[in-house]
């Protein structure tokens, strides 16, 4: 027998916080084995609480044989349990207990089952609904089942003066637990977490009656659950059997272990210890151990005293003094040892934080044989900081995988359940065809021209209706390739039960499966790496199991189905894979416990992060939990400190907060508060990293920063326009960079997918109503002319493509509208004046670089029986004031006016302009308004010079030279956006102010 084993059972160790765990825990078992034989270490039996902890272990004993090859002992995992795989179910052991219930299945069954008593709940569940619900009742049988609590204490759980919702609770959480294991019982199931204690039990009882006479170790457990505490009772009594504890504080003050509660990080040791009937004194150390670690030490007992209980806090300052007593004989600071290596970074947000951390790992890589490990409970921090090493080309080694939803099989089939319920949603369907999976039948280059086509073509603008208003207009426009895709498509799509009410979740699953293969399928049918790889397997085993096992979950819409699968995919981590970094790695909490790099950096420090909020039980209240027997949420805090505590005391260790969280501001995890708090009270602050700071706002921060300058272009005289519109004027006159850029370079906007119809619809149907009805009735408006106007404008907008829902608000605001203009009609034509609409007229002037024209296309020109001719313009927005139009920055009525005098308009003579007017139509209140900015006579003509004298001047700078700055006219840069102003860089300039006193 080893001689580790000399010692009488019960052996209960622990390896101190401070040091490597899985590396002393494999040294202590090899010096003790070996000598007895290879066989000897490889018949011992480990178990461990994970099973990533399991394969730390293996590679830990490689390192404690100095690289011999050897066989390992044999490493399970507890927390992790297979079928058929020992110790745990070594010969008759479970012949008699059935099997475990799938986790996909049960979340289905259990959802089936809410769906079926919701209205015990008094709620209407559609499927997420009712599978959120279930989540919740599946963590409660889970606590009842690890707890080994019976749950007959239901009907007792309530007193009267609760409120009635813990009633309802009370009600439903019976009806479950007897309907739940009769459902198991048909299917010849049982849960998971029962089948694993039942499996403990069985196994603490078979040992206990035949102890197991080789070595059994169990390392690294709290022992958080009844029968894995019970287990390892039986394990530390075993004639070769051990238990290794993970950092027990043996130097905590007797005073202060007395008042350990749920929330220390040595509360879980504590109950286990108290179970199993051993004292704190009784727990041995290590003997790989032993080694003299002064800063390690003194790491430990400074974490251990930050973190000591609440109670116990009172007296810190005697602690510190205590410490410094013990510290003398060694002639070292304790305080100061034990926070060398220690230091705290506070970053803005999550994002820098995640930069922080990246960088951190990547300094390590520097130092030859350097090891550094990212310690995070919170996935998506884990999964940014992954992502931000892969800029240097750097893979960790990363427990938190990456969300189905991420992958691009899950993104895929995301985008796919969303066009289910909108399918001609522009967006949805550019992201479908531009994904890396999609094929549809065709070449890589066939499609990507046809896509490219199609997007121009069809799927920039406004949205289309029907797959039929789409066809239409790639035909209008020749868009023969982007049609083929259209149909392949749109017959992709069409497996999809588009629009229906409700269907069975396993068919929309089948019909979406059958969309995706028929997206991916390249010319020769295959669907190339849909189902393939970590992401694909998951895809193809969370379909499959909606097929073939959701058939109890309630019919759902397309857009229940696009969210059902969504939290369905959000729950389910794919394991990424892939070549890594052997000397980094990305851990969750608990697995840090048992591994140990040279560098720690130890992120998520923030209240609701690291220690986690309590989470939200919606059947039980923090009394209803206490009088079942459940544990509190406090525990959680409790097993989180620990966690802390370990990762804590490695020889390097980096605290990383941040100051903001999901856009709000952020607490300090309590663990960091008192830490601080006790290096204060030795006089001393934990030191920072501020050039780590400075490197990750520097990463991506471009050197010299110097604000660009507003942008002059200055063309040659003869590539510069010689005819315009008068709209075009007033963009000259306001920002003549627009006119460079549009005017010149040909810069021409593209239109935005699914871009909103509404203001440019309702501005082109006004026009196109007034058109009809001065054309339809030039001389006597008809009694009924408010209903004629009123559709032609319905009409207007419909054939715009205006959405339905805005098509209803604005069917109101065109009653209202159309009595305005009907009123109006009436008023200005009582005189007999004769209406003329869309006239085109130009006007020539002399100009420096050559002759210069300017044209326009009027809404509306009333000659009236004096001979004046009245402009108007219609506006279904704000128009221009009075001081914007004499002042030149609206031009429009003013040109036009002068064009109109100068006898520009051919059919209309030369008459003197009358009232230069803008017409709002809003159909509000009030529904519509007349903006006169000239009146007929001295005033109207005198703007109409003014327009004139403007424009020959304003061409005459150009021809002469002058560039075309960006916004000449900046009072307006609010009021007033360009498709430009990105290309320009206004933002840029005009907040960091100009050189030069431009």
Known sequence: MSSLFTSPAPRWFSIPAHRPFVQDLAQGLYDALMPLGPEALSQAVILTPTRRGARSLADAFIAAGGGAALLPPQIRPLGDLDEGEP??????????????????????????????????????????????LADALGGFLDSLQIEEVPGDGLADLVSA????????????????????????????????????????RRLAETWTQNPPQGVLIAA??????????????????????????????????????????????????????????????????????????????????????????????????????????????????????????????TARAEEEAATIAALLLRETLETPGKTAALVAPDQTLARRVAAKLARWGVGADSSAGLALSGCPGGALAGLVAKAAVDPLDPIVLLAILKHPFTRLGLDPETLERRRIELELQGLRGPRKTTWEALETQLRAKGADEALLLTAEL???????????????????????????????????????DLWAGHGGETLGRLLAGLIDESHGLPQTSPRGFADLLSRLMSGESVRTGGSTHPRLRILGAIEARLTRADRLIVAGLEEGTWPQGAPLDPFLSRPMRAKLGLPPPERRVGLAAHDFAQAACAPEVILLHSERREGGPAVKSRWLWRLETLARGAGMILPGRPEVIDWARGLDAAGGYAPAKRPSPNPPIADR??????????????????????????????????????????????????????????????????????????????????PHEALARETALAKE???????????RRADGRTIHVELKGELTIEAPAGPFTVNARADRIEIDPQGYGHILDYKTGKAPSKKVVETGFSPQLTLTAAILQSGGFPTLGHPEPGELTYLEITGRKPAGREEVRAMPGDESALAAANAYEGLVKLISQFDHGRPYTSRTAPQFVKQYMSDYDHLARVFEWSTSGEEDGE
Not at 496 to 507: D, R
């Open 490 to 528: 749109r017959a992709a799509l069409s497996r999809l039960e588009i629009g229906a009410e409700a269907q069975a979740p396993a068919e929309a699953a089948r019909r979406l499966t059958e969309t995706l293969e028929a997206l991916s399928a390249d010319p020769l049918g295959d669907t190339g």
């Open 817 to 827: 509208a159309a009595a305005w203009v009907a009123d109006l009609e009436r008023r």
């Open 161 to 200: 003066d609760l409120a009635e919702h813990w009633q309802v609770s009370r009600h439903f959480l019976e009806t479950a637990l007897n309907e739940w294991p009769k459902r198991l019982a048909a299917m010849g199931l049982v849960d998971t977490t029962r089948r694993r204690v039942a499996l403990l």
């Open 220 to 345: 690294g457990s709290t022992g958080t659950a009844p029968a894995t505490a019970d287990l390892l009772r039986v394990i530390a009594q075993a004639p070769q059997g051990a238990v290794v504890l993970p950092g027990l504080d043996d130097s905590l003050a007797a005073e202060a272990w007395d008042e350990v509660g749920e929330q220390h990080p040595q509360g879980a040791m504590k109950r286990l210890l108290t179970r199993a009937g051993i004292t704190r004194t009784e727990v041995m150390p290590w003997p790989a151990s032993h080694s003299f670690d002064s800063r390690g030490r003194w790491r430990r007992r400074v974490i251990n005293e930050a973190l000591r209980p609440a109670e116990r806090t009172a007296d810190w300052l005697t602690v510190i003094e205590n410490l410094r007593a013990e510290g003398q004989t060694e002639g070292v600071d304790p305080i100061a040892e034990g926070l060398a290596g220690l230091s705290v970074v």
């Open 721 to 802: 326009p010689r005819v315009m519109a008068v709209t075009r004027i007033e963009a000259l006159t306001r920002d003549p960079y627009a006119v460079w850029a549009r005017d010149i370079l040909k810069l021409y906007p593209l239109e935005r997918p699914d871009e909103a119809v509404e203001a440019r619809a309702r501005g082109t149907a006004i026009h196109k109503a007034f058109e009809r009805l001065a054309e339809d009735h030039p001389v006597e408006l008809p009694p009924d002319a408010a209903a004629i106007f009123e559709g032609l404008y319905v009409a207007e907008l419909e054939a715009a493509g205006m």
């Open 87 to 132: 110790p745990f179910e070594p010969g008759d052991l479970a012949v008699d207990l059935p099997a475990a219930i799938a986790p996909l299945q049960r979340r289905f069954e259990l959802t089936r089952l809410v769906k079926e008593n919701e209205r015990a709940l008094g709620r209407d569940l559609d499927a997420s609904a009712a599978l959120e």
